[in-house]
């Protein structure tokens, strides 16, 4: 059940100790303040979403159904129009402020400490790679009779029956550039005055990168 929600930008890896001074690797996330531009609602739409915008952008830098869709919300035109998929939506309205540690009316905030989140991120891109480094294949022998093919991926089909490869076969290709989420991260701390939000670990996609930051829907709160 995704209840919270909020969008950020990643802007690196750094190391905190926490109580018992030990190091704990956590990535900073910059979550700049969020306006709601539209609410979705599963009897119109089909679903229940927000559509929300951060940043700032002159309106002349927008198209004519950009800058329209802002101004009939009459809010501040954003860099970016992005979705977060919430089951409850009720509890928001059109040009609402949400910021990293906005407190509710229960007296909980957004996102504290200890809270388990799902990030989600497009990849870095690595380019164009091989099997060994895009699916992990071990490779094939490194002597006896191996000729150039040491890093190959072997035979790929059958022969006459079907005579043709399945696809979704694992061959070489672009690697990254895609959406990827990672699971269960915990929050080590929130930092409502610079709105920051620090993650244990690694999160994905590159610096500088929009990343959506969702509370974990296996792991529990």
Same mark, same amino acid.
């Given at each position: 059940?995704?209840?919270?929600?909020?969008?950020?930008?990643?802007?690196?890896?750094?190391?905190?100790?926490? @109580?018992?001074?030990?190091?704990?690797?956590?990535?900073?996330?910059?979550?700049?303040?969020?306006?709601?531009?539209?609410?979705?609602? /599963?009897?119109? @739409? !089909?679903?229940?979403?927000?559509?929300?915008?951060? +940043?700032?952008?002159?309106?002349?830098?927008?198209? #004519?159904?950009?800058?329209?869709?802002?101004?009939?919300?009459?809010?501040?035109?954003?860099?970016?129009?992005? %979705?977060?998929?919430?089951?409850?939506?009720?509890?928001? %309205?059109?040009?609402? *402020?949400?910021?990293? !540690?906005?407190?509710? *009316?229960?007296? %909980?905030?957004?996102?504290?400490?200890?809270?388990?989140?799902?990030?989600?991120?497009?990849?870095?891109?690595?380019?164009?790679?091989?099997?060994?480094?895009?699916?992990?294949?071990?490779?094939?022998?490194?002597?006896? !009779?191996?000729?150039?093919?040491?890093? #190959?991926?072997?035979?790929?089909?059958?022969?006459?029956?079907?005579?043709?490869?399945?696809?979704?076969?694992?061959?070489?290709?672009?690697?990254?550039? %895609?959406?990827?989420?990672?699971?269960?991260?915990?929050?080590?701390?929130?930092?409502?005055?610079? @709105?920051?939000?620090?993650?244990?670990?690694?999160? /994905? !996609?590159?610096? +500088?990168?929009?990343?959506?930051?969702?509370?974990?829907?296996?792991?529990?709160?």
């Amino acid at each position: 059940m995704t209840n919270k929600a909020i969008v950020g930008r990643k802007v690196g890896m750094t190391q905190i100790w926490d @109580d018992e001074n030990r190091v704990v690797p956590v990535t900073v996330l910059s979550v700049a303040p969020l306006r709601v531009v539209q609410i979705k609602h /599963p009897d119109t @739409d !089909g679903y229940s979403a927000l559509q929300v915008t951060f +940043g700032e952008v002159k309106p002349n830098k927008l198209t #004519k159904p950009a800058a329209g869709h802002f101004d009939k919300a009459g809010v501040a035109p954003g860099e970016k129009l992005l %979705e977060l998929r919430l089951d409850d939506v009720s509890e928001y %309205e059109v040009g609402q *402020e949400i910021r990293v !540690g906005a407190t509710t *009316e229960d007296g %909980e905030t957004l996102f504290a400490n200890g809270d388990k989140i799902d990030v989600t991120a497009v990849s870095r891109g690595k380019g164009f790679a091989g099997v060994m480094k895009r699916h992990n294949f071990a490779g094939q022998r490194a002597s006896h !009779g191996a000729h150039k093919v040491h890093r #190959k991926p072997g035979a790929i089909g059958q022969c006459a029956t079907p005579a043709r490869v399945f696809k979704g076969k694992k061959m070489p290709g672009r690697m990254g550039g %895609e959406k990827v989420t990672t699971q269960n991260l915990v929050v080590v701390a929130t930092d409502s005055d610079r @709105d920051l939000l620090l993650v244990r670990g690694a999160v /994905p !996609g590159p610096k +500088g990168g929009t990343v959506v930051v969702r509370n974990a829907i296996k792991g529990g709160s």
